[in-house]
């Protein structure tokens, strides 16, 4: 099967790529299933429940969050009634909403999605490796799952490594989400899982992590706040990764990268023409 993972949409800017591009892309490619982090999607801060729709509307199968998901306060009642939206999974129990949801694809296959957050120099929430690890006891590939895709949405690059190879071999696909700078080690670990350390944003990249630059180098230069962060709002680069799953084995068989419009270098999975 055929996936789309697209990083943190980033403002009006990234939201414009992924309307922009998406829908284009799930017919050039034939995509079964699409997944998008959309937890700067409102003006960098949450997602509202209009915004998801339209995410949902350009192609987009499910939508995965991180440390942002409640900025939005409308998103602690409107993620009730979307199934299709993730907030991370190792929040305490009786957060609103879920952090992992089983979807059937568009060739029918099941594809288990699951959103979880780091702990290095974020919100200390629940061990996040022992809640992934359960969720894929619940749901195991091969068994209940024909496809299973894990956005780690963390700060670190150590602790992404660690928790892909903490899951290899029993995910399709692990990527970091959360920095909005794409890395460059792409690749499918010893057993079968496709990773690659932070997918990057769909934002503008003139920018400071997708914000206008003038107030984070304010406050990195003089130590003081003098206003608030705005979305940058020139073209977007719209960057993600491209799996080809197994249909026997539910594992990798291919992961490129995926940079499309914008200020970075262009990329596109040689495997899809
Ligand atoms: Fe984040």
Not at 58 to 74: K, P
Request: charged share 20%.
């Amino acid at each position: 099967m055929r996936l789309l993972f697209l990083g943190d949409v980033l403002g009006r800017a990234g939201r414009d790529a992924v309307t922009r591009h998406l829908p284009g892309l799930v017919e050039r490619w034939a995509l079964d299933f699409v997944v998008v982090n959309g937890e700067n999607a409102a003006a960098g801060f949450g997602i509202t429940e209009a915004i998801a729709q339209d995410i949902l509307d350009a192609g987009a199968d499910c939508i995965t969050t991180g440390n942002h998901v409640w900025d939005q306060r409308e998103a602690l009642v409107f993620i009730e009634r979307q199934p299709r939206l993730l907030r991370p999974v190792n929040y305490p129990a009786g957060t609103p909403g879920r952090g992992v949801n089983l979807f059937i694809a568009r060739n029918g296959a099941r594809v288990l999605v699951m959103n979880a957050m780091g702990r290095v120099f974020m919100d200390p929430l629940d061990d996040p490796f022992a809640a992934v690890a359960a969720a894929l006891e619940d749901c195991a590939l091969g068994a209940e799952a024909d496809a299973v895709v894990i956005d780690f949405h963390a700060e670190t690059t150590s602790e992404k490594q660690a928790m892909a190879f903490f899951v290899d071999g029993r995910a399709s696909l692990v990527v970091g989400t959360h920095t909005h700078t794409p890395t460059a080690d792409h690749r499918i670990l010893p057993e079968g899982t496709a990773f690659m350390t932070d997918v990057g944003m769909c934002g503008d990249y003139d920018s400071v992590i997708g914000m206008e630059r003038d107030e984070p180098i304010g406050r990195f230069t003089r130590r003081i706040p003098s206003g608030r962060f705005q979305p940058a709002a020139g073209e977007a680069t719209l960057c993600g990764v491209a799996v080809e799953i197994s249909d026997a084995t539910g594992l990798a068989e291919a992961v490129h990268p995926v940079r499309l419009g914008g200020t970075l270098s262009q990329s596109l999975p040689p495997f899809w023409p």
